[in-house]
């Protein structure tokens, strides 16, 4: 039962850390997409 609980805490910490991983990937592609559209001008 312990061992449950356990890997739905690892589980929940773990998607966490997915999702800030990819909103700060779609920060960074969109920064980048925004600096080549300023290059382009």
Known sequence: MEVKKLDRELYGKLLSE??????QAQIKATLSANAEMIAMY
Do not use: D, L, Y
């Open 18 to 23: 997915i999702k800030i991983r990819i909103r």
